[in-house]
């Protein structure tokens, strides 16, 4: 084996680690779950072949910077330009976030479940409405009744308690 | 000159803001400069994209059970229904057989007494009738009837007068 390059099973640990949080990162750049994966697979190249030269306390930083480098790799070949960030990401494919690790995507979502439940009805609604349902801050607020300010407050205020919910993780 | 440090909450939002599509102009062109440096930035969106999956996931799955419940509670009204029928069936069967059985007892019983009564009728009126006959033919055998004894009589005078003729 070439020493200058990361052991497979080194590879394997932070795929392990890291592969489920970089393909979220390049599915929130990309909006594409397919290209998502291509890139995920590139940084993944990239680091069996220089991953040995970042250090072990940084390799999270320096796996999200190849990704991120990947994927504007990627939207230049696709010729895709940033009016492409203008979908949502999360209604992709869910389900591809699941492939790396189907366990911790089922605990997430028990979370989430449970994040939503301790929710005050009136920001789970908003949850919902923006989420669920794509709708925006302004059509919320018109379909409530009540100012968007409002709805961005109850909406920062829940995104806070579920990000809780998830870090805990 | 470095840029402040954006605070957790601030990042979070943007992060949100940026998997929703929110983010335009410059706006956009800042965050995804941020991306490309920032860990937490990056790590941020990672966590926005998961969380809007997990609660599409979670709602989906609301949505999903939502009519199932409807479903269980039309099946399970749809069987209390059949039961209900059932049980009214049943009951309806019941109670007209019950009415059958009473009214055929009745009628039976009213057949069986008007059978008594009618054989009681019969047999009074066939003993009437008997005795009727009886006295009827008793009285035929002890008295002579009129007509009968008018002809004998008439024969008689015939005979007579005939004989007083020839003499």
């Known amino acids: 084996m070439d020493a200058s390059q990361l052991d497979p099973a080194d590879v394997a640990e932070l795929y392990a680690q890291h592969a489920a949080e970089l393909r979220a990162f390049l599915t929130g750049v990309l909006r594409n779950a397919d290209w998502a994966g291509e890139a995920l697979q590139s940084t993944f190249v990239k680091a069996a072949e220089s991953g040995h030269t970042a250090q072990r306390e940084t390799i999270k930083g320096w796996l999200f910077r190849v990704a991120y480098n990947e994927a504007m790799l990627l939207r230049r070949r696709q010729e895709v330009d940033q009016r492409a960030t203008r979908k949502v990401a999360w209604q992709l494919n869910p389900e591809s ?8 995507q089922q605990e997430l979502i028990e979370r989430v479940r449970r994040g939503l439940d301790t929710l005050p009805i ?15 801050f302004s059509q919320i607020a ?15 205020a829940a995104l806070q308690k579920l990000n809780r919910e998830l870090g805990e993780m | 000159m470095t840029a402040p440090r954006i605070s957790d909450a601030d990042l979070e ?20 400069e941020l991306l490309g440096t920032d860990e937490r930035a990056c790590a941020a969106v990672a966590q ?3 969380l809007g999956q997990a609660v599409l996931q979670v709602e989906r799955d609301v949505v999903v059970v939502q009519p199932m419940k409807r479903g269980s509670a039309r099946r399970a009204f749809a069987v209390a229904a059949c039961c209900v029928a059932s049980v009214a069936f049943a009951f309806v069967c019941l109670t007209f057989v019950n009415v059958s059985h009473k009214q055929s007892s009745e009628t039976a019983k009213q057949v069986a007494a008007l059978w008594i009564q009618g054989a009681d009728e019969d047999q009074s009126l066939e003993a009437t009738t008997t005795v009727n006959h009886e006295q009827v033919d008793l009285e035929e055998e002890d008295a002579v009837p009129a007509w009968l004894l008018a002809a004998v009589t008439e024969q008689q005078k015939t005979e007579d007068g005939e004989e007083m003729m020839q003499d």
């Open chain 1, 97 to 104: 976030a699941a492939v790396d690790s189907g366990l911790l």
């Open chain 1, 122 to 136: 009136d920001q789970r609604t908003v949850v919902r409405l923006r989420i669920y349902e794509d709708k925006t």
């Open chain 1, 142 to 156: 018109e379909e409530l009744g009540i100012p968007l300010g409002t709805v961005v407050t109850r909406m920062r």
């Open chain 2, 13 to 32: 939002w943007l992060a949100f803001r940026y998997a929703a599509g929110e983010l335009q102009g410059t706006e956009l062109n800042s965050f995804e």
């Open chain 2, 48 to 50: 926005a994209v998961t």
